[in-house]
């Protein structure tokens, strides 16, 4: 992993170089307002933001500062593309998964159900033609994505009841969203779509049997261990994701190319920041949760058979339903196929 990763950032190195050593020519600063989605304590995604913010801010030299707003305290988090969109928010950090139902190709770019890893991942956005059709995408909102905190697999969900059959899941009231929550409906759950805050209250009073959140150092933040027995890992739902940085396109327009740059290169440093500074609370999480009693299960292979079965099923209707949705699905198809002469030999 790491000489793959080094591949993929090694030019992000050399043209940020190249990017500062221009910085004292630039005739403007840019001054960037970004707001969060996620609280700024938050393991990977609210400190991703905070990373981002004070790594841009270090290395700049002014040329592009960013004030940086915890989540909710300028717009509501579900509001900030529309706000970024309008102008009234030069920036946003936050998923593309929270659009999905406006442009449902982006839930592509935010997580995959049996999708590539985080390596796969990055190796389509920046060398198999998938950024293009994000930006492409977006460009006609009047917003400009760039990918900005590589996150590892996240869990299958906790839940207050074992799963040994794909028959548990019928009837069962379960936090889930996106492509991975029309598979669950598939296998008969009644899919309940929640924010984040909502969750440990709906599960406490049993509202809810389960829910998917993230990774484990970010479920120890919210505490679901005291109110869930039964922790799957891993999650099959995304075993990769990408948070972006939203800008408005003609904030992003007005930059220089090495004004840009220097954001776009920071945004891959913090790819490497975000996945490598969770794999020790990851592991410290796993072990609080078996302090605490909660049982740490695995999805038997009957059941990832039928998510499988049932993730085609949803592919091929949203396809069949988007047309934006069947170009990205069949790119990322196209490059997952270009590399599996290698990738079947990580595994």
Known sequence: MPDRLAAILRPAALSLAAAIAALPALAQEVKLDLQSAWPLTLPASGQNAQHFSDRINEISGGAVSVKLYDAGKLVPPLQIFDA????????????PLYVAGRFPAVQLFGGVPFGPDAMDYLGWLYNGGGLDIWREIYAKQGVVSVPCGLMDSEAGGWYTFPIDSVESLEGK??????????????????????????IYPNLERKVIDGTEFSMPAIDAAMGFEKVADYYYLPGWHQPAAINELIINKRKWDAMTPAQQGLIEDTCRETHIWSITSTSVPNAEAVETFKAAGTQIMQFPPEVLAAFEQATSEVMAEQSEKDEDFARTWASLQAYRDSVAGWSAYKK
Request: net charge neutral; charged share 15%.
């Open 173 to 198: 009231k379960i936090r889930f969203a996106g492509l991975a929550g029309e598979v669950m409906a598939k296998m008969g759950a009644s899919i309940v779509l929640l924010a984040g805050g909502d």
């Open 84 to 95: 970024v969109q309008q102008g009234t928010l030069d920036a946003g950090y936050t998923s």
